[in-house]
């Protein structure tokens, strides 16, 4: 059974930082590699980070220079390093891989960014 459990998020201050984990069990990130995806409020789910199971990793042009995805293929741990704080980064943040085909998805962390 595929479980990913997200945390690390909170309330900061706009400018400040959060690193949020996503601890993965049943599955694993150096094989199927790992994405992070957030949700804001009013917009769809869309794709903040990736890396591949190789450690390739992918940004999409909006979020490249704040975000940094890496792995840590030992704990089976994936990280999601976030700097310069913005209120419209405020959502919930969640991790997903997949394997055959199938996704799986966290629940997800609340990021609350006040300006």
């Known amino acids: 059974q595929v479980q990913l459990v997200e945390s690390g998020g909170g309330l900061v201050q706009a400018g400040g930082s959060l690193r949020l984990s996503c601890a993965a069990s049943g599955i694993q990130f150096s094989i199927n590699g790992m994405n992070w995806y957030r949700q804001t409020p009013g917009n769809q789910r869309e794709l903040v980070a990736a890396?591949?199971?190789?450690?390739?990793?992918n940004y999409p042009d909006s979020m490249k220079g704040r975000f940094t995805i890496s792995a840590d293929n030992v704990k089976n741990t994936a990280y999601l390093q976030m700097n310069t704080l913005k209120p419209e980064d405020t959502g919930v943040y969640y991790c997903q891989t997949s394997r055959n085909w199938t996704p799986y998805w966290g629940q997800g962390t609340q990021v609350t960014v006040s300006s």
């Open positions: 890396i591949t199971g190789g450690g390739t990793t």
